[in-house]
C-alpha cells in the first residue's frame, strides 16, 4: 500500500542517501583455524551483509600465504576505514596477517616522502584473547595492559598517515557464556554501524 507520507520515488531516493554517504569499512580477518573458532566466527557472521561493509578472509583466500598485494592494496585505497580482525597469538597476530604487513604495506604506497595512499583512513584492531582481561595489568600473568601490545599497530598506523582507534578487545574468550558471546556481536555491529556514519 503507497505510505500517505511518502512515495515509492521518495523511499528510493532517502535510501540511496543513506548508504552513498556511508563510510566504507574493509575488515581484514585472520584465523587460521576458524571451522574451530568460538567467537571471531561470531563476530564475522555478526556483520557479514552490512552494506557498507567487506569482509577479506585472509586464510580462506591465500591458503598458499602468495598474498595478491595489488589487489589488497586496491581494497585498501577503496575503503575509509580499515580493520584488522584476528585472534590474539603470542601477543600478536597470525602470521599471515603478518604476511599481509610485510607485502602490502610496501614503501612508497603505505609509508615514505610523498607516499600518502592510506593518508587519513581510520584504523583499529579488532582482537579476542584467551587471557581474561585481569591478566593484561600489572602483576597479572601477562603484566602489561593490552594497549601495550598493539603499540606494533598503532605505531604502523601513525607511519602510514592513518588514525588509529579504540580496539575492541573481547578477553577471556573461552569462559564466555553465549549470552556474553551475543552481547558482544551486538557491540560489534553497533560499532561497525557507527564507523560507517562516521561517528567513531
Ligand atoms: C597459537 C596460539 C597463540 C595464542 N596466543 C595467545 C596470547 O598471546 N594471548 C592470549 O591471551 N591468548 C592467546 N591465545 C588464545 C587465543 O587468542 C584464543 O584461542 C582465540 O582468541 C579464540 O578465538 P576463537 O574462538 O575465535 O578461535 C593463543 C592461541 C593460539 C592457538
Redesign the pocket.
Known amino acids: 500500500m503507497q505510505s500517505p507520507f511518502i512515495s515509492k520515488k521518495g523511499f528510493f531516493f532517502i535510501f540511496m542517501y543513506q548508504t552513498k554517504d556511508m563510510k566504507k569499512v574493509l575488515i581484514i580477518f585472520a584465523?587460521p583455524?576458524e571451522q574451530?573458532?568460538?567467537?571471531?566466527?561470531e563476530l564475522i557472521d555478526a556483520v557479514d551483509g552490512m552494506d557498507h561493509v567487506t569482509i577479506n578472509n585472509l586464510y580462506e583466500r591465500y591458503p598458499d600465504f602468495f598474498i595478491d598485494v595489488k589487489y589488497e592494496q586496491g581494497l585498501l585505497l577503496k575503503h575509509d576505514v580499515i580493520i584488522w580482525h584476528h585472534?590474539?597469538?603470542?601477543?600478536s597476530a597470525p602470521a599471515l596477517l603478518k604476511e599481509w604487513f610485510d607485502l602490502v604495506l610496501e614503501h612508497g604506497f603505505a609509508y615514505g616522502k610523498d607516499a600518502n595512499a592510506l593518508k587519513g583512513k581510520k584504523v583499529m584492531n579488532c582482537i579476542?584473547?584467551?587471557?581474561r582481561e585481569a591478566t593484561y595489568a600489572a602483576g597479572g600473568l601477562?603484566r602489561y595492559p593490552i594497549d601495550n601490545y598493539l603499540l606494533p599497530f598503532n605505531q604502523s598506523a601513525h607511519l602510514c598517515k592513518m588514525k588509529y582507534l579504540k580496539p575492541f578487545v573481547v578477553h577471556g574468550?573461552?569462559l564466555l557464556t553465549k549470552e556474553e558471546i551475543e552481547n558482544y556481536k551486538i557491540q560489534y555491529k553497533q560499532l561497525i554501524k557507527k564507523l560507517g556514519n562516521g561517528d567513531q
Open positions: 584465523h583455524m574451530k573458532s568460538r567467537v571471531n566466527r585472534p590474539f597469538y603470542w601477543y579476542t584473547t584467551g587471557g601477562n574468550v573461552h
